[in-house]
Each structure stands twice: as structure tokens, then as C-alpha cells.
């Protein structure tokens, strides 16, 4: 502030800040959209995904009870087919493709273990959670012998689930081959058959179940 005292007009004389421009109109706009885009970049799900570790079985006292209930608790008719999805079908033969990719036997499909498969990713899909135990407190082996899978020497489950992906069932495929113990059931030169189920739960996330046997 400065004070002139030979002026007549001893007031101090403020030079008050220029205004700035007026923006154009599409640029305010542009403004706005970004923000509200980033707004709701921020505020959505994040793409997520969970895998844990395998349960892999071989020949043992367990496996020779399973067996023996097996034959006295199965629930499904053996002679009925079993209507794969799509996308149970194509996990599989993702699968399979490594396994080709890397010298290993096709594995065959199995309409026992599709229903195995898909009944425990059911149960995930409605609990929102990612075990092999299920709510009945069922194992893979308990599950296996209740669900008809009999006569194996050797077992094994992948499980995982995402959600917010594009290609779910590519991206499963593609984590179970990136972790260690996933991939070694995948590319078990013993298993001989395998199926995978598949379920959707409420908030869209999507569980899988893998399961194989040594037959």
C-alpha cells in the first residue's frame, strides 16, 4: 500500500489483481467429465483375486475308508451325463493345453468330478469363501467319497476365484499356472482325469474348483 502526500487525493490507491480470463465453455466441461471419471475410477471395485494352496492325496488308510463309503453314499447315478458350462469346459481344455504345451498326457473329462467340482464351487459361491473344507466340515477326500468319486489312487483340488476380471476363467487358468503348487497338480504326469466347476456368487465374484484323480 502506498500513500501519496502531494496529492490532493491523499487515499491510498490499491491495484487490485487483474481477473482471470473466463474459461471457454468445452474446457469447463472437460473439466467437469474428467472429474466425475475419476470419481468413479476411484470409487469402483478393484479387480481381485485369491488362490490357496492344493490338497493333493495318494494311496492311504484315509483314501481306503473313503473308497468303501463311497460305494455305500453316493448321491448321483453313475449312468446320468453331467451338462458342463461353456466355461467349465474351456478351463478344462486351458488346462490341457498346458499340459500339451509341456509333453503331459491329456487329461480325460470326468462327470464325477464335474459334479464334485461344481457343487463345492457352489458352496463357496453362497458362504463368500475360499476353502476346501465345506460348510459340514467335509475335506476334498470326505466330499469326494459323499459325492460318488470312487476307485482313485491318487487325488488332488485347485481352487480359486476373481472378481472384476474380463476373462475370469483365462485368468484362473493363468494363476494357478503361476503358483508353484497349482501348477504342479495341473502338470502331474499321474492325474488321468479331471473336471472343473464353476459358480457365480451374489457380488460377482466368480469361484472355481478343479479336481483331479489318478485313476
Same mark, same amino acid.
Given at each position: 500500500?502506498t ?5 490532493p487525493?491523499?487515499r491510498a490507491?490499491? &491495484?487490485?489483481p487483474?481477473?482471470?480470463p473466463?474459461?471457454p465453455l468445452?474446457f469447463?466441461f472437460a473439466?467437469?467429465?474428467?472429474a ?8 469402483g471395485a ?8 492344493t490338497?493333493?492325496?495318494?494311496p492311504?488308510?484315509?483314501?481306503v475308508?473313503?473308497s468303501? &463309503?463311497?460305494e455305500?453314499?453316493t448321491r448321483?447315478a453313475?449312468?446320468s451325463s453331467?451338462?458342463?458350462?461353456s466355461a467349465?469346459r474351456r478351463?478344462f481344455d486351458l488346462?490341457n493345453?498346458?499340459r500339451?504345451a509341456?509333453g ?7 462327470d464325477?468330478l464335474? &459334479?464334485?467340482? &461344481?457343487d ?9 469363501s ?6 459340514a466340515?467335509r475335506d476334498?477326500?470326505a466330499?469326494a ?13 485347485n481352487?480359486?476365484?476373481?472378481q472384476g476380471f474380463?476373462?475370469p476363467v483365462?485368468?484362473a ?16 504326469a ?5 473336471a472343473?466347476g ?11 474348483t478343479?479336481v483331479?484323480v489318478?485313476r
Amino acid at each position: 500500500m502506498t500513500f501519496d502526500n502531494s496529492s490532493p487525493d491523499t487515499r491510498a490507491r490499491v &491495484r487490485l489483481p487483474r481477473p482471470l480470463p473466463a474459461l471457454p465453455l468445452f474446457f469447463f466441461f472437460a473439466l467437469v467429465a474428467f472429474a466425475a471419471q475419476t470419481k468413479a475410477q476411484s470409487g469402483g471395485a478393484r479387480p481381485v483375486a485369491r488362490l490357496v494352496a492344493t490338497t493333493t492325496a495318494a494311496p492311504s488308510a484315509s483314501a481306503v475308508t473313503s473308497s468303501a &463309503r463311497c460305494e455305500s453314499r453316493t448321491r448321483y447315478a453313475h449312468s446320468s451325463s453331467f451338462g458342463a458350462t461353456s466355461a467349465e469346459r474351456r478351463a478344462f481344455d486351458l488346462v490341457n493345453r498346458e499340459r500339451a504345451a509341456r509333453g503331459e498326457a491329456q487329461l480325460a473329462w470326468d462327470d464325477s468330478l464335474a &459334479r464334485m467340482a &461344481r457343487d463345492h464351487s457352489e458352496e463357496m459361491a453362497h458362504a463368500n469363501s475360499l476353502t476346501h473344507q465345506d460348510s459340514a466340515g467335509r475335506d476334498t477326500f470326505a466330499r469326494a467319497a459323499d459325492e460318488g468319486v470312487c476307485g482313485w489312487r491318487a487325488l488332488g483340488e485347485n481352487i480359486a476365484y476373481n472378481q472384476g476380471f474380463e476373462d475370469p476363467v483365462a485368468f484362473a487358468v493363468e494363476r494357478w499356472m503361476q503358483s508353484p503348487k497349482h501348477r504342479e497338480n495341473i502338470l502331474r504326469a499321474a492325474f488321468t482325469h479331471a473336471a472343473v466347476g464353476i459358480a457365480k456368487s451374489a457380488d460377482g465374484s466368480v469361484y472355481f474348483t478343479q479336481v483331479f484323480v489318478t485313476r
